[in-house]
Each structure stands twice: as C-alpha cells, then as structure tokens.
C-alpha cells in the first residue's frame, strides 16, 4: 500500500477532505497531503483528537462508507485488566464547502463516567500549488493569520491585501473552552499558526450514550457564502454481470464525484468535469474535453457543459504570461491565491496546443450523436474564433502545423504529455520549439473536418466549409511526408524547431488513428506496431516503447501507461478495423482496474503484466481522475465499433 493509498479520501461539491486512517490531520505536505480543501487552497490542516488527555487507539480505523462519508471507531488507551470506559464511534462527511463530524461515545461501565474530549484545530489557507514537493516558495507579503474564539467554536481568518478567506468552526454541544494549541504536539506546524484547541467534559451514565457534533465550513475569496451543491442522480442497483460493466459503473460514479458547478458562456451554472485530485479539481480544458467525448453516447449533457464552460473562458485578447490569445481555449483555471496575485500564470492558463481543435471536434460529435443543432448555433461564433486561432496564433499559416513554445513560467510542454522532457529524441534529448507535436496534427485535421461539416450542415457556409476542408486535405498531405520514418515504419513523437523529426517512439502515434489524419494502410500498421511488446505491457499500451534510452516504467510521460491515452487509441484501432488489438486493450484495462477496485486510476506504471502479480501503481497518480475514470465507457464504445 502507497502513502497515498493510506489517506482516507472524501469528495463530493467541489470539496475534498484527505484524512488519517484515525480520521486526524495533520498538515502534511508534498505528495499526499492532508486537509479539507476548496477552490484551490487547505481550509483546515489540523484536526487532532485526543481523548483524557492521549491519542485514542483505533479500533476501526477510518473507512469510506461512501464516496462522501467515511466512519471509525477509537477508544481512550486501555489494558486487558483495565479496558477503556468507553468507545467512540466517528463519523466524517464532506458536502458543499462543509465538512461534518459526529462523535458518538459510548459507555462501556455500570457506573457513570466522564469523557475528557479535546480537539486542535488550525487552517493554513495554503494554496495547492504550495502544497506540491517542488520544493517552490512563494513570497507572501503582508499576510495575516488570525483566530478568534466564539461561543461555540473557532473562527479562523486570513488576509492579504485584498484577499479575504475564512474558515469556521461550531460545535454542539458547545466546547467547555476555547484556548491556544500547546507547542509540542505531532503535527506540521505552518508560520503563521493560529491552532486552538477546543475541549469538552461529557458525562455518560452508565452504559448510557453522549453525542458530540462539528461542522467546518470554508469560505473561500471571491466565493458565494455557501458553495452551490452538484446534482446528483439517483444511483440505481448495480447490474453489472461482467468487469467491463462494472468499471463502467465505477467509471461514472467517480465523473459524478467530479463533477463541479462552473459559470457557462451566457453566466448560466454548468456542472463539468473537473479533472482530479488532489491537484486538479478544476475546469481543463483538455482533460474535459476528452473525458466528455468518451461519455458523449452515455451522458451527452457533459459535452454540452463543458464546452459552455470553455466558450466562457476562451480567450479575448494577449496576455504572454498567461498564454491568451484570441480564439484560444483555456487549458486550466485556477481559484488560488497565487493565482489571483499572479505568482502562478494558471488563474486562466492558456498552455496548452490541444485544447482548442479538441473543442472543435466536441462540437461537432455533440451534434452529430445527439441531432441537436442548438448548441452549435450558440457558438458558432466561438468556433469560427477557434479556428482563426488555429490558422494563425496556432501556426498552421505559418509553420504549416500547430505548434508551441516551451513556456519556461509555466508547462515546457503544452500536448497531454506536458511534463519537461516528455517530447524528447531517442537519445532522451528534449525537442526544442516550436513544436510540432504530431497528435496535435491530427486533432487539428479532425477540427477542420468536423467544423466544415457544421458550417455546411448548421450554418449554411458553404464558402468556410470550403476553405476548411481544403486546409484539411493539405495538413493531411503534408503530415504524412514530414513526419513518418520509413526506417521506423512509424510516425514521429513531433517535429522540433529545425523541422527535424522527434524519433522516440511514442503512444502519441496511436491517436493519429483515432483523428483519420492517416491513410488505412498506415494507420493499420501503426495499430499493429502499439500491440508489439515493447508498446503493449499487458495492462495498457506505455506511453513510451522499451528499450529505448529514455523509457523508464515509473516516469510520468516516458514509460508509464495511462487509461485515457489507451483509450483514445482503442476509438482509433475501432475506426481502422483492429477489432483483436481493441479487444485486447480492453482486457488489459478491464484486468487492471478489477485489481483497483474496478477504478482506473490516472496512470499506472509500465512494468510487464508477465512480471507482476498485478498493475503496479504510478506514486503521484491522481485517483479519481476524469478521463481515466471515462475510459471503460469510451472502450465499450469501441467494442461495439468493431
């Protein structure tokens, strides 16, 4: 089990909680940190119990009941001669910016006793991006932490300039006092501390019962006073009769969880999925986009919120530090405090090269699967802004491809493997830009496709139709000469600044299938070619082969293997014909996640299935993950293609 795996995860409205398997937190950082968090920042990061006067021993230790819910059972330190006098009973759950426990103890004597109960509590308001083990520091000039006890609980506040967030605490019954935390106790203490602990004296008699009941609601800058709540279907009975179907249950069940409310193009309240957690709950632009496409025959209302969502943020004007441009679509935002003082450039983050023809090609498969011409209508005008950003800021008028330039403030690498180095030469060597990233390529040929059908069979321009399908046909013809390696038989990873071609030999290719930006005679083979063993570890296709310099199975983008990445293929190994290479993919997923509890996570690392018992995890990976989460019901659609 990771560290990650021993965290205690809640999640439901935009809001998290990561907890201790005792239900505490501590304010840990780095790769798993613990908390309650929302909007981007740590809205309490202690939350210690103890019980006359020790750390109670868990019996049960705290355990999901549901995705939202978690429970536990702990008792004061005891011996078999001197049992403890009693039990406590906890209970955890997240909802809306909120964040509940119930302490039920419960008397274990004939005789009457009291239950001595102190809680410290502390929130640092940290960002998430300090959060991370990067070991980056952010200066925070004139920042104010402050705690200040009520008649029932604890406020906490914290201020810079303009920036305002609070956190509060009541409880019922109320605490007995309300004092400053002792130094000196097991947890991570931030500057700035404001802990205080609460404490109570709760009288139980006889095997009798006594309750005990907190409520922590965050309130986060520039938020509403309470956080709008996610609709939430009814989840009917699971049906399943095979693990296909059960992770596909899993799948939409962990989308549902991820749901979050943002603001559409005409300020309506839209519900999309955000990305993951810990680091991505949040509208981007990628990653919903594709989990959405992969829902499109099963949940079209995730298509059309999402890109309502992006139309809202797609970009106006020119901001290098950001990366807007006109036309552009976002690829994150973010909340936070370092980004509303811009020491982050992700506020509104535009890095991304993919994000805007992948909006293009959800428009048009929305229409195209649900016969429904209104929400093309609405945004045509958004779409026509896309596509001029293509032609121009994108490069494809003037490199003759998309492209981008390593942004050294933000993502050196702007395509869904955006990690440093990730698009690199055999040798390890990463491409210097622009690049010319090749799945780019066939994302922006399906845009242009795609969008000359709705300008002929919802707007009625035959003229841009036309003009569209012609800049298609010559990505098209050109692609196929300035990036395929004969000797390789196999597409470049891209094409660098020089115009040389990036030769590691990558999953990327696969999703040139999936576009139809190659011939079938090409594409054929190069479906063929990810099934090889070096490509296809069992589980999943690597996003790396093996044996080559650079791969290595724990890296983030150059040997692991990612459900979503395999699933894009399998749409396009379906499209082509290659009903064995998509059955088996399928089975490799399917086996993996029934080994995860029927969830897939983000990644998984890239060892062989011959020399593992099971998938081995990937350390960081983020679980539940969106487009991870999608990919079963993105397989069944490819199942039934072929």
């Not at 509590?121 to 960002?127: E, L, P, Q, W």
């Not at 549902?256 to 519900?271: F, Q, R």
């Not at 038989?489 to 299938?513: E, I, K, N, T």
């Not at 990810?530 to 296709?541: H, N, R, T």
């Amino acid at each position: 089990m990771t560290a990650a795996d021993a965290r205690v995860q809640l999640v439901r409205d935009a809001t998290f909680a990561r907890l201790d398997t005792d239900g505490g937190i501590t304010g840990t950082r780095g790769t798993t940190p613990d908390g309650v968090f929302l909007r981007d920042a740590r809205h309490l990061s202690r939350w210690q119990l103890t019980v006359d006067g020790t750390t109670p021993v868990a019996l049960v230790p705290a355990t999901a009941e549901a995705d939202h819910t978690a429970a536990g059972v702990l008792t004061p330190k005891g011996t078999r001669d001197h049992p403890p006098a009693y039990t406590v009973f906890r209970r955890q759950t997240v909802t809306a910016g909120t964040f509940t426990e119930h302490l039920r103890l419960v008397s274990n004597r004939p005789d009457p006793v009291t239950a001595h109960v102190e809680l410290t509590v502390d929130a640092d308001f940290a960002d998430l991006f300090e959060l991370r083990a990067d070991d980056r520091h952010y200066p925070k000039p004139g920042a104010r932490h402050a705690a200040h006890p009520t008649d029932d609980g604890l406020f906490l506040d914290y201020r810079r300039d303009d920036w305002h967030s609070r956190t509060t605490v009541t409880s019922r019954p109320a605490p007995d006092a309300v004092t400053p935390a002792q130094t000196g106790r097991t947890a991570q203490t931030a500057p700035g501390s404001t802990a205080h602990t609460l404490t109570w004296s709760l009288e139980l008699d006889g095997h009798g019962e006594a309750d005990l009941h907190l409520t922590v609601r965050a309130h986060p800058h520039g938020a509403a006073d309470r956080t709008p709540s996610v609709p939430h279907p009814h989840r009917q009975p699971s049906t399943a009769t095979d693990d296909l179907a059960r992770t596909c249950e899993r799948g939409l069940a962990d989308v549902e969880l991820l749901t979050i409310p943002v603001t559409g193009v005409d300020g309506e309240e839209v519900y999309v999925p955000a990305a993951g957690i810990p680091w991505f709950l949040t509208l981007f632009g990628r990653d919903s986009l594709l989990t959405s496409y992969f829902l499109l025959p099963y949940r079209p209302e995730s298509a059309a919120a999402t890109l309502s969502a992006l139309a809202a943020t797609q970009g106006q004007g020119y901001d290098a530090f950001s990366g807007e441009q006109p036309g552009r679509i976002v690829h994150e935002t973010r909340h936070g405090e370092l980004a509303h003082f811009r020491q982050v450039p992700y506020g509104r983050y535009y890095g991304a090269v993919d994000a805007t023809p992948l909006f293009l090609v959800l428009l048009q498969a929305h229409y195209e699967t649900t016969g429904d011409r209104s929400l093309a209508v609405r945004l045509e005008q958004h779409a026509r802004r896309a596509v001029d950003w293509m032609l121009t800021d994108g490069g494809l008028e003037k490199h003759g491809y998309l492209v981008y330039t390593p942004d050294p403030n933000g993502l050196v690498n702007q395509n869904w493997k955006d990690s440093a180095g990730a698009i690199c030469f055999t040798d390890g060597t990463q491409a210097e830009g622009p690049i010319a990233v090749s799945e780019a390529q066939g994302y922006a040929y399906d845009a242009l496709v795609r969008t000359a059908d709705l300008a002929q069979s919802v707007w009625r321009d035959e003229a841009f139709a036309h003009r569209l399908r012609e800049t298609a046909v010559r990505l098209r013809d050109r692609f196929l000469t300035d990036f395929w390696m004969p000797g390789a038989d196999f597409p470049a990873l891209a094409l660098d600044g020089h115009g040389r071609q990036v030769d590691a030999l990558a999953s990327d290719a696969g999703h040139l299938l999936w576009s139809g930006i190659l011939d079938g005679d090409h594409a054929r083979r190069v479906g063929a070619r990810l099934l090889e063993p070096d490509f296809f570890s069992g589980w999943a296709i690597r996003t790396l082969a093996a044996g080559q310099q650079p791969y290595h199975p724990l890296s983030y983008h150059r040997g692991s293997a990612w459900p979503h990445d395999n699933a894009v293929i399998a749409l396009g190994l379906a499209r082509h014909g290659l009903a064995d290479e998509v059955r088996a993919v399928t089975e490799g997923l399917v086996a993996a996640a029934a080994r995860h509890d029927y969830r897939l996570p983000e990644v998984i690392a890239g060892y062989a299935r011959s020399a593992t018992a099971g998938p081995v995890p990937y350390p960081h990976a983020c679980s539940p993950q969106a487009w991870a989460a999608a990919t079963p019901l993105a397989l069944s659609t490819a199942l039934r293609q072929v």
